[in-house]
């Protein structure tokens, strides 16, 4: 990575297979559409993301051995993604991500292969210590070994933000709360890790300040299509989402985080890195891609 400065993540990247239907979606039966396959993984999309706002941004993840993998390096080398500390676990195959979306680009159902993520170990990251100490900001997802996820946090002097990934994986999220300067989970997710059940919307708050107690000191609650709820110890309140026209939903969330992450690290406030989080998603859904080719800084100002 140069020496000029720049934002590290740490997560994972895949292969997306996308099928999105062409007419009302029946369960159980083959379904008219269009399937498309794009790299993808929500560590890899986040660097993307920053990448596409201007920030020279470094991934470190664990790449697959097959024929997924140039093609994976070859997106990332074309949209300014510097790969060069990630490395090849021989013997094991790329992450791979399947959605199926509905008429209205939502995801009904999806499956995650992210075995290789595993191989992301302490030891793993030790050997590229060096990248991640000068970083700015470091990125994380729940894809990395709750073991991995402590070890950051405990050598990682810069500021330190978190993506649960599902709610399965968010758990392991769950050890380093203490050392997050921000995390966005999303309902479920918010709920496991703060320990506030969510049922309507005077929960966000309860939720949001427990874990600001648990020393997170900024939190997103993404909440579909009613916005997010942000809190930090000075501000609180919902941003709600930005109007457009929505293709696919899939990606909106790490647009979210790149562009809020990127917001709070230039120094403005929790509020205003949700509004502008929320016009990336909104840039972002009106892309068949998980990222849009529009993500740039010219076009959240068009929403905010």
Aim: with cysteine; net charge negative; aromatic share 4%.
């Amino acid at each position: 990575m140069p020496g000029k400065p720049y934002i590290a993540v740490v997560g994972g990247m895949n292969m997306d297979i996308t099928g999105s239907v062409t007419s009302s979606l029946i369960p159980g039966d083959s379904n008219p559409g269009k399937v498309t396959m794009t790299p993808g993984g929500v560590g890899r999309n986040i660097a993307e993301n920053i990448a596409r706002l201007g920030y020279p941004v470094t991934l470190i993840t664990a790449l697959g051995d097959d024929a997924h993998t140039p093609e994976m390096r070859r997106h990332c080398a074309s949209c300014g993604i510097d790969l060069s500390y990630s490395g090849v676990i021989l013997g094991v195959p790329s992450g791979t991500y399947l959605c199926i979306n509905d008429l209205n680009g939502d995801c009904v159902c999806a499956v995650s292969d992210m075995d290789v993520c595993s191989h992301i170990t302490p030891e793993y990251l030790e050997m590229r210590m060096q990248v991640l100490e000068r970083a700015q900001m470091v990125i994380v997802d729940a894809n990395l070994p709750q073991d991995s996820l402590e070890y950051l946090c405990r050598r990682i002097t810069a500021p330190v933000v978190a993506d649960p990934v599902s709610s399965k994986k968010s758990l392991r999220l769950t050890s380093i709360l203490p050392s997050l300067y921000a995390i966005k989970p999303n309902r479920q997710e918010a709920a496991l890790l703060s320990g506030i059940e969510i049922r309507s919307r005077e929960d966000y708050a309860p939720a949001a300040e427990a874990l600001l107690k648990k020393g997170v000191r900024n939190v997103f609650i993404t909440l579909g299509s009613e916005g997010v709820y942000y809190a930090s110890d000075s501000m609180y309140g919902i941003q709600p989402c930005m109007p457009g026209k929505v293709i696919n939903t899939n990606g909106c969330g790490d647009a979210f985080l790149a562009a809020s992450a990127v917001a709070l690290l230039e120094g403005k406030n929790i509020a205003e890195a949700a509004r502008i989080g929320q016009a990336a998603s909104a840039v972002c859904a009106s892309s068949e891609k998980a990222v849009s080719l529009d993500m740039r800084m010219e076009s959240l100002e068009n929403y905010y």
